[in-house]
């Protein structure tokens, strides 16, 4: 329960792209950002050039948000199609603000509704300065709609304006006074409307908080990003693709500035080509994709696992089969990752777990990638990857980077695929005297010649599967991560990705209502830390697996892995969980009844 | 020819590995032309990447003896640009086949031609697939099956009644992509072939030798005597910067002509241009994930 001076609120904007719902949502975030207060937004895009209905929804709250929430208090409506696209995620006592110049919504008992004509309000801001400006540039200038509606969602939450007045004059005082006065006019004729109408009924109010520490407001592709700059990253090479192209616009322009290079290659198959040249030519690699372009790539993959040569694959997954829904969010790529491959190969598969979690991520996919000498394939989805969020920024200092294992003087004559315990063998890298070799996708012998016998068959093939043993032994406790109850519970949760905060959420949800619920995150899906899983297990008396996919892919590879039974809970909508639906989930598999408060 | 005194052999690139080819295969040819090429350049083995797709031909940097990358079929031109870019300080030499280069990896010709990185690709052009054993490639030039006269079912074997296809003209592709040095040898002519080399490894930016290198197991048609009979050395007085002269050279198909085509010396090379860019953000001093960070706050 909330203190009346806390603050969780969920809004939802929804309207057409290009009218500037995008725009309002990213002013709304900084206007709560200024307040102090943490956000966490989701956003559907439509995947048309132009047009379609965007979804912007921010969660604001005065303490640490674990996803985007249930259902929405607020929605502001700029037109009936997103309303009806989305109007569902309104909670029924909720409030629906609509812009009424452009539809007229039929009431509903129990929500109560604000009608704001924005246009209008707009083209009177706009019309009152026409005289003040060039009528060249008044023919250009557009009409201040978002602010309008900016002004109206602040009034409904009770905030202050005097952060948005501010933000207004820094905003537009380059092009002059008489704009600033527009935006400002806007701003309060829509507060104004707004004001006028709540009279004495009852608000979700927010309250200003003083911030404890500093933050960011970022996605996960910008963290991503910056954790590969962190992890090492001086090479990239990527073809655009939603919704991974972010990353490759990002480090385009920041990559050169650390001495590294980046190409935008003519297809995946490049990508990862150019990407594994520049790992063989010693600089640490990466490229970044979805779903079609990761199939492209498993070819790639397969050599690099082959030849031991470090590279990092990141999967920016998006949901739906074969092109499927480009905007939308999945975490169908699991089998791909693991199993995408003729024949088999060593590779290494993690998933980051949330918006920060992409920057460490990142930065243990390169160590990863290094120490082991393998391709290590990095699970993102649409919804982190899109989602912006205020976290406390990583402190760079505490990155610590790993570099691959190189011959030294006493190795001669060279062998670049020597066998050892750890199937870790000493990598060579073009310019080191006397040990030059073959890097090589066909079977090869330990010098690197191409051989078929029987013996090298089974000796450099059980070499490279070493190496993951090697992982699983020495690393999977880092791996994993425990929430809820630390000792016996009624259920256990084992999931991956960025379904870590829902599900955590929904565990605190459940545990605060009295009952037992622990939960096993996985950050990395090969090796799995199969030992962490079957401990986990024992101490719960159900497990319940979701994953946002059809066929249940997690639970098909715990199955492999694994001798524990369990409950998969798929769910294949091109959305994220909300913590609700993970709640009756939990509620449903334990013996106890939740305490109802 | 090489006045210069080498300080590493044309032995010194030698590895102990035997080719695999078939006795009389045009690629020992290019390989012994390679070795003298590379020993003119004075190229250190160590500081060398020889990068090859699958194939035939493509089984080269195993006899070399310098650092090799032999990567999946069709992507040697990506995997060699991406090796140059994050090395430019190491010589970076493509190998492969006509069905490597030109069909599986056609896709990659062009837009290695729009980078133009400083890297060398000879490609062994036997006009047939020969590791698999015979099948048409995209440069074979058989009957069409419309043209043949009769149905032979014997000598080609995915294509038993004749062609159905038309063979490409890799010169004049090159030329349409400005590809910045375009060179045609002959693996039967080594001394031709090994100048030829010597220019393309000189020249700064993406150099296309096709060499004609024929197959004596699986090609009967384009044997190392119809091609010393089809082929000519291009005339002194070609000027191989005249793209418009280049093109009408490379039209003619009758009779492969020998020598360097075409040259584009004023193209920027894709290393210029990453250079340039690390050097002028460089002014604004170093960068820091700190910094980046700073942006989101």
């Known amino acids: ?597 | 020819m090489a006045t210069e005194l080498a300080q590493f052999a044309p032995k010194d690139y030698k590895s102990n590995l035997k080719p695999i080819w078939c006795a009389g295969c045009g690629d020992f040819g290019v390989l012994s032309a390679l070795f003298k090429a590379m020993s003119i350049c004075n190229f250190d083995p160590d500081n060398t990447v020889i990068v090859a797709g699958i194939g035939c031909s493509s089984r080269l940097p195993g006899f070399a003896k310098t650092y090799g990358f032999h990567g999946v079929h069709g992507r040697a031109l990506p995997f060699a640009t991406g090796i140059k870019t994050a090395r430019p300080d190491l010589n970076v030499i493509v190998v492969g086949g006509d069905g490597d280069g030109y069909s599986i990896g056609g896709g990659h010709f062009p837009h290695c031609a729009r980078r133009n990185p400083d890297i060398t690709y000879l490609v062994m052009d036997n006009m047939t697939y020969g590791l698999t054993k015979g099948q048409v490639s995209p440069t074979s030039v058989i009957p069409r099956a419309s043209l043949a006269a009769k149905l032979d079912s014997k000598r080609w074997k995915t294509t038993p009644y004749g062609m159905m296809e038309a063979p490409i003209n890799p010169i004049a592709q090159a030329i349409a992509w400005d590809v910045s040095f375009i060179a045609r040898g002959f693996s039967y002519k080594p001394n031709h072939l090994t100048d030829l080399i010597v220019a393309g490894l000189k020249h700064k930016g993406f150099a296309l030798l096709d060499i004609l290198s024929p197959c004596p197991t699986f090609n009967q048609d384009q044997t190392d005597d119809y091609l010393k009979d089809h082929t000519y050395d291009i005339p002194d007085d070609y000027d191989p910067t005249d793209r418009k002269q280049a093109f009408a050279l490379s039209l003619d198909t009758d009779r492969f002509p020998l020598g360097i085509v075409y040259r584009n010396e004023g193209k920027p090379s894709l290393m210029d241009e990453v250079e340039f860019v690390q050097n002028r953000l460089a002014q604004n001093g170093p960068s820091s994930v700190e910094a980046l960070l700073n942006r989101f706050r």
Not at chain 1, 54 to 82: C, F, H, P, T, W
Not at chain 1, 351 to 359: I, R
Not at chain 1, 439 to 445: A, L, M, R, V, W
Not at chain 1, 483 to 502: H, K, L, M, N
Request: hydrophobic share 40%; with cysteine.
């Open chain 1, 1 to 597: 329960m909330l203190t009346s001076q806390e603050t969780d609120v969920v809004i939802r904007l929804v309207g057409e792209s290009g009218e500037g719902t995008v725009s309002l949502g990213d002013l709304t975030v900084q206007m709560l950002v200024a307040m102090g207060l943490e956000i966490y937004t989701y956003q559907t895009f439509p995947a048309e050039i132009k047009g379609g209905t965007v979804m912007y929804q921010i969660r604001a709250k005065s303490s640490a948000i674990l996803s985007q929430g249930d259902y929405a208090d607020i929605v502001v409506a700029l037109n009936a199609e997103g309303f009806g696209l989305y109007g569902a995620g309104l909670r029924e006592d909720g409030i629906l603000l609509y812009d009424s110049d452009s539809y007229t919504p039929e009431a509903v008992p129990g929500r109560t509704d604000y009608a704001l004509p924005m246009s209008t309000f707009a083209r009177a801001a706009k019309d009152a300065v026409r005289h003040d400006v060039e009528p060249e540039q008044l023919k250009r200038l557009p009409a201040p709609k978002n602010i309008v509606g900016l002004g109206a969602l602040l009034s409904l939450l009770n905030a202050p304006m005097q952060p948005a007045e501010e933000h207004i004059r820094t905003l537009f005082g380059r092009k002059g006074d008489t704009i600033v006065r527009m935006n400002l006019d806007a701003l309060h004729s829509g507060a104004e409307h707004i004001a006028e109408q709540i009279g004495s009924r009852a608000l979700p109010r927010i309250h200003a908080i003083e911030r404890k520490g500093d933050r960011v407001t970022v996605n996960g592709n910008q963290m991503l990003a910056m954790g590969a700059i962190a992890g090492g990253l001086r090479f990239y090479a990527g073809y655009p693709i939603t919704p991974a192209t972010e990353i490759m616009e990002f480090l385009a322009k920041e990559l050169p500035a650390f001495g590294g290079a980046l190409i935008q290659a003519e297809d995946e198959i490049a990508a990862l080509a150019m990407a594994i040249g520049a790992s063989f030519g010693g600089k640490k690699a990466m490229t970044a994709t979805s779903g079609p372009g990761f199939s492209l790539m498993v070819e790639e993959i397969n050599l690099a696992g082959q030849a031991e040569i470090p590279v990092v694959v990141v999967d920016v997954q998006r949901g739906g089969a074969s092109t499927g829904m480009p905007t939308k969010t999945s975490q169908g790529d699991l089998n791909l990752a693991l199993y995408g491959v003729h024949n088999e190969q060593a590779r290494i598969v993690l998933a980051a777990s949330s918006v920060e979690d992409c920057f460490w991520t990142a930065v243990e996919a390169f160590n990863l990638a290094e120490a082991y000498q393998c391709p290590v394939i990095l699970l993102s989805d649409q919804s982190v990857a899109t989602l912006k969020c205020t976290i406390p920024p990583p402190d760079p200092s505490r990155v610590r980077t790993i570099d691959r294992l190189t011959p030294s003087a006493s190795d001669q004559p060279y062998s670049r695929y020597e066998k050892t315990e750890s199937g870790i063998s000493p990598m060579s890298v073009p310019g080191m005297p006397n040990c030059s070799y073959v890097s090589t996708g066909i079977e090869h012998d330990e010098a690197g010649d191409p051989g078929y016998t029987p013996e090298i068959a089974s000796t450099m093939k059980s070499k490279r599967f070493r190496k993951l043993e090697t992982l699983r032994e020495e690393r999977s406790r880092d791996y994993v991560r425990l929430w809820g109850e630390p000792g016996c519970a009624d259920v256990g949760i084992i999931a991956f990705g960025s379904t870590e905060g829902v599900l955590r959420e929904a565990t605190e949800r459940a545990r605060a209502q009295g009952l037992k619920v622990a939960h096993l995150h996985l950050r990395m899906l090969n090796p799995l830390p199969a030992k962490q899983v079957e401990e986990f297990a024992a101490r719960c008396k159900t497990i319940l697996v979701p994953e946002l996919n059809y066929t249940g892919q997690l639970a098909g590879w715990l199955r492999v892995n694994t001798d524990i039974d369990f409950h998969s809970y798929c769910k294949d909508e091109g959305i994220p969980f909300i913590p609700n639906e993970i709640y009756e989930q939990i509620v449903a598999l334990s013996s106890r009844r939740p305490a109802l408060i």
